[in-house]
């Protein structure tokens, strides 16, 4: 090998170690640029903790500094979708302890902050420090008080249109003063649950050196009359003492001399002129239904119960079928579970009529836009 190629070898080595530099100093601008315009935010810097109450039952209170997060995030963007998103994820951001109340000192929280990761990305910002802990502290020591031991929830009316209030009871010259609300008070169905907030100023508390076991309070509806909504909820031997009654009274409204029931049926005025002696030969029921208000339907009753008669009426000159449907709305199951349903003032619950389907169109089926039909099985 002669000298001129021994030195070009040796060169070689130089070369590349140069090309490498220059390849990784590329690399390193090219990031340095490429993230240039990406803001970084160390979000626990932007949330203040503090605690209230009392040791042993102190309440974790947190406040987000969103202006100057907003600030420090937009900078001086003039991009207007920009700024919509940043003030979007701003806006989004939540602070979730593992707990919250009941609280002592020294106790360690375990803080999250969650955010919209899609939206940080189309603004570029990059979010750290979501998860630490935090330790309780600064809680004094005082008197620890149920304010709902003196509070009673009272719900009334019929599910699942009850109604509910609360009822201070307290006679503590400043517990009997605090409002207490609730979340829902009417529209109450029978299984709701019920929240009840005590509504007393956490600073007039602390001046008191008092402190609330609990601010909040879950109240179950487990007792409370509810509108029947089915079938399999109807008392039968109710309804086939109802069925009796119906009978009963087709007997002696067609007995009593007053008006003629074949008339009344027909609306032929030929019977006005016939003998007024009517009565029934035979009353079977023909057909029974169910009916229950839909969802989001404005009408009055929740429910009906429709009995359908059909009679064999005579007055010795004549003979005709008559059909009769007793109409009972809003029966109910009350609170210890009795069923309940309107017996009295029956001739006044019944419309007659020799046309079968004329009179369930009229009295059933303009029913069905508002309410749910269903047939009522196994009567005699």
Known sequence: MNNRTQKKKLNVKPVF?????????????????????????RISDYVTFSYSGVNGVGVLNYTIDT????????????????????????????????RSSKLSNGEEIKVKIEYDAALAEKVECRITGT???????????GAI????????????????????????????????NVSFSIDKSTGIALGDVITVTCEADDAELAN????????????????????????????MQVIEELI??????????????????L????RDSAYLFQYNNEWVNDTVLADARFLYRLDNHDVRQMNYIELIFKSDISNGASNMDVYFIFEFADSVITADGTFQISRNDLKNKYVCGTDYNDLFGRVVLSKENSYAISQITGLN
Do not use: H
């Not at 009673?152 to 009871?169: E, F, H, L, M, T």
């Not at 487990?222 to 079938?231: A, E, L, N, T």
């Not at 007997?251 to 003629?260: A, G, H, N, P």
């Open 67 to 98: 202006d100057r997060l907003y600030r420090d995030i937009a900078g001086d963007e003039k991009n207007a979708v920009l700024l919509k998103n940043i003030d979007m994820l701003v806006d989004g951001i939540k602070v979730v302890p593992d």
């Open 145 to 176: 008080v149920d304010a709902f031991s003196n509070i009673d929830v009272v719900v009334a009316g019929i599910s699942p249109v009850a109604y509910a209030n609360v009822v201070n009871k307290w006679q503590d010259e400043y517990f009997k």
């Open 263 to 266: 008339y009344k049926a027909s």
């Open 131 to 141: 998860e630490y802990v935090i330790t309780a502290d600064g809680l004094g020591n």
């Open 208 to 235: 008191m050196g008092v402190s609330i076991l609990e601010k909040t309070k879950e109240y179950k509806v487990d007792r409370v009359d509810s509108y029947v909504k089915s079938v399999e909820q109807l008392n």
């Open 17 to 41: 170690i140069t090309l490498l530099i220059l390849i990784t100093f590329t690399v390193i601008l090219v990031f340095v640029f490429a993230g240039s315009g990406r803001k970084n935010v």
């Open 244 to 261: 009796s009654d119906c009978k009963n009274t087709i007997k002696t409204e067609t007995e009593d001399l007053t008006f003629r029931m």
